[in-house]
């Protein structure tokens, strides 16, 4: 059984910065590629931006390029979401996923088809 675990949200004013962390647990010598959703009150979740297992390569929306940076420890199966220049637009739950992958896909960017989530992190930004 693999967990999925986000920490670090909060409020913030505009402007602000916050910064999310992501564990994944319960299976020891795996490869995970990993990305954050976001979903914000009454609208559906969407794509904030992923990274694969190598952490070589990162994909973000456009509306967080330049603000967010996604990285990622290995060795402790951790992932982060830098949040900078934080809007009121940026308010939502975020969501980490993970996807169990083959080693030579080690550099590839999954922004779908993750297969575990976590029970996401509320970020709330004021004006």
């Known amino acids: 059984q693999v967990q999925v675990v986000e920490t670090g949200g909060g409020l913030v004013q505009t402007g602000g910065s916050l910064r999310l962390s992501c564990t994944v647990s319960g299976r020891s010598f795996s490869n995970y590629a990993m990305g954050w959703f976001r979903q914000a009150a009454g609208k559906e979740r969407e794509f904030v931006a992923a990274?694969?297992?190598?952490?070589?390569?990162?994909n973000y929306t456009d509306s967080v390029k330049g603000r967010f940076t996604i990285s990622k420890d290995n060795a402790v199966n951790r992932m982060y979401l830098q949040m900078s220049g934080l809007k009121p637009e940026d308010t939502a739950v975020y969501y980490c996923?993970?996807?169990?992958?083959?080693?030579?896909?080690?550099?590839?960017?999954?922004?779908?088809?993750?297969?575990?989530w976590g029970q996401g992190t509320q970020v709330t930004v004021s004006s």
């Open positions: 990274i694969s297992w190598s952490g070589s390569r990162a």
């Open positions: 996923a993970a996807k169990e992958i083959p080693t030579y896909y080690a550099d590839y960017v999954y922004t779908q088809f993750f297969d575990w």
